[in-house]
């Protein structure tokens, strides 16, 4: 009985040693994967996101000047109006908020997009790894992969829009009542943006403290997306929906 009871713990030790040793592998190989999906993005990948936003940077400035248009302004001043100094003043407050809204933009394009890369290298990764074992259906098929990327356009839209108001609001309570003869000095102008920039990032006091309002701009709410179409989600969809929670999850 002593012999057969060594035998036996013997044989349930090699198993644990077995399962850890492929616990580790297994956790090297997610651990070398991220590392190189992280080398890609700072090398080849750095290059495809910066093609990507090149590629948008059209539509986020003609949507800016769109909705921030101070040619009209220009053309108005030409004519000598009445009115010469109201112009003038709403033309600061444009100019102030088409600069700062450009660079919130811009730098939150670049980081949406290098979350969502790293994901999806992440569900591809996964899909690989699930296929070489059993042929499983993928997790990230590439029109999953698709509609996700399709969800940056909320930036480029509604995003956009209300982060011109919440800035647009912040500049004129700021550069308000600057004269427009008053002489700026560069840590009068760097006071003044921090100004801003504690009016657009304000946190709510019901917020999480890792929760950041920028968040909103970046991602349409929970509860707008294709959530709403719970009656009729297919698998692509709710697909999709997990991949922007994890977006969500990260980006706040």
Known sequence: GVYLLGKYGQKKIREIQER?????????????????????CNMTDFFFLLITVLSMLPTLRDALMHQLNSESLTSLLKNRPANKLEIWEDLKIISFTRSIVAVYSTC????????????????????????????????APPEVQQQYLSSIQHLLGDGLTELITIVKQAVHKVFGSISLKHTLSLLELEQKLKDIRKVVEHKDSDQIASYSPLCHYLMPDEENPLATQACGLTERDIATIKLLNETRDMLE
Not at 110 to 129: C, S
């Open 108 to 139: 939150m394009l670049v980081v949406l997009l290098r979350v969502q890369l790293n994901i999806i290298g992440g569900y591809i990764y996964l899909d690989n790894a699930a296929l070489c074992k059993n042929g499983t259906t993928p997790l």
């Open 20 to 40: 850890e040793a492929a616990e580790y592998i297994a956790q090297a190989r997610r651990q070398y994967h991220f590392e190189s999906n992280q080398r890609t």
